[in-house]
């Protein structure tokens, strides 16, 4: 049974818009959470997370805002740029060493 | 330059012919994991490790085995491989436990 879900398989988005992916889970003892960026024949990297005791954390064009009563999360990109072209995966676990990955989304931002 | 290797990069192999996928960081990382990428599951967590000769299921542990001898080095070893391991694999290592893990470049494998 899937614990963290990423129900939008695909995102296209213009150039210069928001970017916003959306990411569930179901389990509310997760404490951590986090994003990552695949492009293909390469391995994920690491792009933003956020405390369980925050809802929100910026770094950049990249927001991740955590609800936690709906066990819901969020990344936001502004604005989006044809190099955001990836597969993004949320990522949730209830220690730091356990961690549930959705099934990723992924964004096309034409240009 | 910081980085997790791994080895083989792809491999095809038969079914029940033992394999050993090899993960080394230069980060001096204590955590480590394997995953593995299938499509519509995204990654699923197969073993972890928080130190040496520490390890702990993730989730999705059948058919597989690791070790950790030594702090760089965590290899899977698939005992007895058959057609539902084929899947791309990946190893990460991390810092400290919640924060960015890294990941390697990933193991294609496929069973026959």
């Known amino acids: 049974d899937q614990q963290v879900k990423q129900n939008s398989p695909s995102l296209s988005v213009q150039e210069g818009r928001i970017s916003i992916l959306n990411c569930d889970y179901t389990n509310s003892m997760f404490d951590y959470f986090l994003w990552y960026k695949k492009y293909p024949a390469e391995g994920p990297t690491f792009l933003i997370s956020i405390s369980s005791i925050k809802d929100k954390n910026e770094d950049g064009r990249f927001t991740v805002f955590l609800n936690k009563s709906a066990k819901h999360l969020s990344l936001h990109i502004v604005p989006s740029q044809p190099g955001d072209s990836a597969v993004y995966f949320c990522a949730a676990g209830p220690t730091g060493n356990q961690f549930y990955f959705g099934t990723g989304t992924s964004l096309t931002v034409i240009p | 330059e910081a980085q997790v290797t791994q080895n083989p990069r792809y491999l095809i192999t038969v079914t029940g012919k033992k394999l050993t996928v090899t993960c080394s960081q230069n980060m001096n990382h204590e955590y480590m994991s394997w995953y593995r990428q299938d499509p519509g599951l995204g990654l699923r967590q197969i073993y972890y490790?928080?130190?040496?000769?520490?390890?702990d299921k993730g989730d999705v542990p059948e058919g597989y085995k690791v070790s950790r001898k030594e702090k760089r080095n965590f290899p899977l070893i698939l005992e007895s491989p058959s057609p539902n391991q084929t899947s791309l694999y990946f190893c990460a290592s991390t810092l400290v436990p919640g924060a960015e893990q890294y990941f390697g470049p990933g193991t294609r494998l496929t069973v026959t």
């Open positions: 490790s928080m130190n040496v000769e520490v390890t």
